[in-house]
């Protein structure tokens, strides 16, 4: 494991961010541990220290604006837009799809980083690059603070994590028996 993977996971556990116990994922997959970024995202020194570790990954992309999707992507995504100088948009839900609301307008061709908090199959990622090529975009990287796919996501464009954990998930008839018979809570992000 990288210095920088040990570094994002205690922050993590510096800021009570990685909870223990029986979660639903966003995902729809069940877990014994949730990452939850809104944690970390009050301490605007620990946001800016993710950040400074996302900037090398993301910086020859040549993107002019960052996106986040929704929620988990705003604070980190705009802390990587004021590290870069870039302008900071976001998509946010309506009856759970994202879209491109508050008058926010992309230039034909304009290139743009998708950053986003935590992931596990990649979907609302997947999502927000097809928005944005949908409002003439093009998405040219993805980052994410925390990848717990065990690298099995992929998108068609580059992307970069800052931590890549396994931590194991599981389908609701598939439980392991420590999680069986325990109401499982989604948290939020």
């Given at each position: 494991m990288s210095s920088e993977n040990d570094e994002v996971i205690q922050i993590f556990r510096d800021s009570g961010a990685l909870l223990e116990g029986h979660f639903l994922l966003r995902s729809g997959l069940h877990s014994a541990h949730f990452f939850q970024c809104a944690q970390v995202c009050q301490y605007m020194d620990k946001v800016t220290r993710l950040a400074e570790i996302m900037l090398p990954m993301l910086k020859d992309y040549g993107a002019t604006t960052v996106v986040g999707p929704a929620m988990g992507g705003l604070v980190i995504g705009q802390e990587v837009a004021?590290?870069?100088?870039?302008?900071?948009?976001?998509?946010?839900?309506?009856?759970?799809?994202?879209?491109?609301?508050?008058?926010?307008?992309?230039?034909?061709?304009?290139?743009?980083?998708i950053i986003e908090d935590v992931i596990t199959r990649g979907g609302r990622v997947v999502e927000a690059i097809a928005k944005c090529r949908e409002h003439g975009a093009d998405p040219v990287a993805v980052g994410v603070i925390v990848d717990r796919s065990n690298g099995a996501?992929?998108?068609?464009?580059p992307h970069h994590s800052l931590a890549e954990?396994?931590?194991p998930t599981y389908e609701v008839d598939n439980l392991p028996p420590e999680l069986q018979g325990t109401k499982a809570v989604k948290p939020g992000s």
């Open positions: 004021r590290q870069l100088g870039l302008r900071f948009l976001f998509l946010e839900k309506v009856d759970d799809k994202l879209e491109l609301r508050r008058n926010f307008k992309f230039e034909p061709g304009e290139k743009v980083l996501t992929s998108f068609d464009i954990l396994s931590f």
